[in-house]
């Protein structure tokens, strides 16, 4: 296993106030999910992920060790990221979804959305596992505040005009030019 | 429970669920066990093998690197959960 220090923190490239971007990653041995599983049985399960992580890391009636160890390895990644390793926050409140298939998703809530500030960042996590690793690298990045947002939506309209407008100019001086021809 | 049965309980606890790279036994009481190989997994292992021994939950916001990081913050957190 890697360092468990908060791994990256990214500086604002403008140097402004505004949130960094936030990068967490880690790393899990997925015969060391087994052995807690065959060691603590459901209370290891029922400690660290949520009922649809449950429902979701279930194959044919087990739990796949597998599907755990990314989970796993994507909470302690988002912990690092957001540097909760202080907080006291329970790790059903790091929800991973979507494992397997469509794209991953991380959702906090309780304290770890409240510490986090969930609602500033944009999480993105990636999940790899290759023979016995499983690997987790969660990156948040700062929401456009919502100002900047519609500024930039404005932005895109006025764009989007302005490229009306060069259309029809050149459709009125083709027309004109074959008038005059 | 006097200081010395609860360090060799953890101890007997860090030995078997621990993974570290140290003897725990050898350990002293203010060594990072994080430095001695601990890992955020293996810390799990250990929070719930210090529960059935002791019969406790950990709640939520004692669940920190810190409280797992040495055998003398591991004492002080069950000094808390244990009834007297």
Same mark, same amino acid.
């Given at each position: 296993?890697?360092?468990?220090?908060?791994?990256?923190?990214?500086?604002?490239?403008?140097?402004?106030?505004?949130?960094?971007?936030?990068?967490?990653?880690?790393? %899990?041995?997925?015969?060391? *999910? @087994?052995? #807690?599983?065959? $060691?603590?049985? +459901?209370?290891?399960? !029922?400690?660290?992920? /949520?009922?649809?992580?449950?429902?979701?890391?279930?194959?044919?009636?087990?739990?796949?060790?597998?599907?755990?160890?990314?989970?796993?390895?994507?909470?302690?990644?988002?912990?690092?990221?957001?540097?909760?390793?202080?907080?006291? %926050?329970?790790?059903?409140? *790091? @929800?991973? #979804?979507?494992? $397997?298939?469509? +794209?991953?998703?991380? !959702?906090?809530?309780? /304290?770890?959305?409240?510490?986090?500030?969930?609602?500033?960042?944009?999480?993105?996590?990636?999940?790899?596992?290759?023979?016995?690793?499983?690997?987790?690298?969660?990156?948040?990045?700062?929401?456009?505040?919502?100002?900047?947002?519609?500024?930039?939506?404005?932005? @895109?309209?006025?764009?989007?005009?302005?490229?009306?407008?060069?259309?029809?100019?050149?459709?009125?001086?083709?027309?004109?030019?074959?008038?005059?021809? | 429970?006097?200081?010395?049965?609860?360090?060799?309980?953890?101890?007997?606890?860090?030995?078997?669920?621990?993974?570290?790279?140290?003897?725990?036994?050898?350990?002293?009481?203010?060594?990072?066990?994080?430095?001695?190989?601990?890992?955020?997994?293996?810390?799990?292992?250990?929070?719930?093998?210090?529960?059935?021994?002791?019969?406790?939950?950990?709640?939520?916001?004692?669940?920190?690197?810190?409280?797992?990081?040495?055998?003398?913050?591991?004492?002080?957190?069950?000094?808390?959960?244990?009834?007297?």
């Amino acid at each position: 296993m890697l360092s468990s220090e908060p791994v990256f923190t990214v500086s604002n490239p403008d140097n402004s106030m505004s949130p960094s971007v936030r990068i967490g990653i880690d790393l %899990v041995q997925v015969s060391a *999910i @087994e052995r #807690s599983l065959a $060691d603590f049985g +459901a209370r290891f399960a !029922r400690r660290l992920f /949520a009922d649809g992580e449950l429902a979701d890391s279930t194959v044919d009636g087990h739990l796949d060790a597998r599907a755990l160890a990314t989970r796993f390895a994507a909470k302690e990644a988002t912990i690092k990221a957001f540097d909760l390793a202080e907080v006291g %926050v329970g790790w059903p409140q *790091i @929800e991973v #979804s979507e494992c $397997d298939g469509a +794209a991953a998703r991380v !959702r906090l809530h309780g /304290a770890a959305a409240g510490v986090a500030c969930a609602g500033v960042y944009e999480i993105a996590v990636a999940l790899s596992h290759d023979g016995d690793l499983a690997c987790a690298i969660v990156v948040a990045l700062p929401r456009a505040p919502a100002g900047k947002r519609s500024m930039r939506r404005g932005e @895109e309209h006025a764009a989007a005009r302005r490229q009306r407008v060069r259309c029809v100019m050149r459709t009125i001086t083709s027309n004109e030019n074959r008038r005059h021809d | 429970m006097t200081d010395s049965t609860l360090d060799s309980r953890i101890r007997a606890v860090l030995a078997q669920h621990g993974r570290l790279a140290q003897d725990s036994g050898a350990l002293a009481d203010s060594a990072d066990l994080y430095q001695a190989g601990l890992t955020s997994h293996a810390s799990v292992n250990v929070m719930l093998a210090l529960e059935s021994a002791f019969d406790i939950e950990f709640p939520d916001q004692m669940l920190t690197r810190s409280v797992f990081s040495s055998i003398a913050a591991i004492r002080g957190a069950l000094t808390q959960l244990i009834p007297a």
